[in-house]
């Protein structure tokens, strides 16, 4: 799922009203946070107070708005109210995201269904039976998660599954853009999560890694050999510890 990208802090946002409402904010509204298709917009409303607006950025329309009382509100209720807005817009952004990609799914059953006409009345069969075993097993035809995380992200199948089934060029278009920035991130986060994974394995190995330190030891003997002997006395059943002549 796409991430919020926040421009300014939930506590700050009265504060940064305040500070640009006879500036900025006097000329247009400002975003203050995105996610996927939404924005979240600061803008000075007709009374001078302080108004929070979500935009539909692809439908260019508003979703919801809100007013606060500059002079009767406080930076805790306004931090609040941007962080449920924010909320808000990662709920929408996620249902977005997931009714298009169930729409692509959708249309890779069809295209399985093509491809094993023949295969209908065994598969029929199949169904009318429970075997916990085979269902456990099956590769046939893969559910909504397993297409997700398979053939999804082969783009160049999922392109062709969006001109193969979409005539409309601008809905063909929409798809296509969502296919491709939705298959980039969710890559992108695979790669970046085997990063952490091998940074944590070296990180472990490097700590198991043996190392050789060398210690000045003061020892009160007759003389050398009557020194070496005592000291080896003393480290005797330690085999890490080694003693030179």
Not at 57 to 81: F, H, I, M, P, Q
Not at 124 to 150: A, C, Q, S, V
Not at 221 to 245: C, E, M, N, P
Request: contains cysteine.
């Amino acid at each position: 799922m796409s991430k919020t990208f926040k421009y300014i802090q939930y506590d700050d946002a009265l504060k940064t009203f305040k500070e640009f409402r006879d500036t900025i904010l006097s000329e247009r509204p400002v975003v203050i946070a995105r996610q996927g298709d939404y924005s979240l917009l600061m803008e000075k409303a007709v009374d001078g107070n302080m108004g929070l607006k979500i935009l539909n950025d692809a439908k260019k329309s508003v979703v919801s708005e809100r007013t606060y009382e500059v002079e009767n509100t406080t930076d805790d209720l306004v931090s609040r109210g941007v962080r449920h807005a924010c909320q808000k817009m990662a709920e929408l952004s996620d249902e977005d995201v997931n009714s298009k990609r169930f729409q692509i799914w959708k249309w890779y059953l069809l295209d399985w269904q093509k491809n094993h006409e023949g295969q209908s009345r065994e598969m029929m069969n199949k169904e009318l039976e429970w075997d916990e075993e085979r269902i456990k097993t099956e590769t046939d035809l893969m559910d909504m998660e397993k297409f997700l995380h398979g053939e999804y992200l082969n783009l160049g199948n999922t392109l062709m599954l969006i001109d193969k089934f979409l005539t409309d060029q601008a809905h063909k278009e929409l798809f296509r853009k969502f296919a491709v920035a939705d298959i980039m991130e969710m890559t992108s986060e695979d790669t970046k999560e085997k990063s952490l994974e091998e940074a944590e394995r070296r990180s472990q190995e490097e700590e198991l890694k043996l190392h050789t330190y060398q210690f000045t030891v003061s020892v009160e003997a007759t003389d050398k050999d009557h020194a070496r002997q005592a000291l080896l006395r003393y480290l005797a059943g330690d085999d890490r510890i080694s003693v030179q002549k």
